[in-house]
C-alpha cells in the first residue's frame, strides 16, 4: 500500500510518523483526505481532532488549537503551537482542553499583570507631576 511521511512540529515537540497511508483533516470548509501522491497543497486546520493511519491499520487522533498543514513531496508537515496524539481519542481531546484552558489561564494572568504595570506608571506620573519632576 502506497504511503507517505507525517511531520508533527509544534513549539514544545516533533514528531515524524514514516509510513501514513492517510489523514482526515478539517479547514474552515469541512473535512479533507489526504493519501499518498496527493497534489501539492497547503491548508489552515481548525481547532480539533485530525486523524491518521498507518500502514499497519492503527488509527491515530491528533487534536490541535489549529495550524497549517502543507502536503509536498508525499511528505505532509503540520505546524502548530500544541498537539497531541494518540490512540484514545477521548484521552488526546481532554489534554488539548486542558492545554487552552492552561493557556486562557496565562493570558488573563499575563492582561492581569500588565493592567497593574500600567496602574502604577499612571500613579507615578501623577507624583513626578505633582511634584514638578515632570
Not at 483526505?33 to 480539533?48: K, Y
Not at 486542558?98 to 493570558?107: F, G, I, V
Request: proline share 1%; net charge negative; with cysteine.
Amino acid at each position: 500500500m502506497n504511503s507517505f511521511e507525517l511531520r508533527l512540529l509544534d513549539s514544545q515537540n516533533s514528531q515524524i510518523f514514516s509510513a501514513v497511508t492517510r489523514f482526515i483533516g478539517a479547514d474552515e470548509t469541512g473535512s479533507f483526505a489526504i493519501l499518498a501522491g496527493h497534489a501539492p497543497l497547503i491548508v489552515l486546520l481548525r481547532q480539533g481532532l485530525a486523524r491518521f493511519c498507518d500502514v499497519e491499520g492503527h488509527w491515530y487522533y491528533l487534536a490541535l488549537p489549529g495550524g497549517v498543514c502543507r502536503f509536498a513531496d508525499n511528505c505532509l508537515s503540520v505546524c502548530t503551537v500544541r498537539y497531541f496524539v494518540g490512540e484514545k481519542r477521548d484521552e488526546i481531546c481532554q489534554q488539548l482542553s486542558d492545554e487552552l484552558a492552561r493557556t486562557d489561564s496565562q493570558l488573563h494572568a499575563a492582561r492581569l499583570t500588565l493592567t497593574q504595570i500600567e496602574q502604577s506608571l499612571v500613579r507615578r506620573l501623577a507624583e513626578l507631576s505633582l511634584h514638578g519632576d515632570v
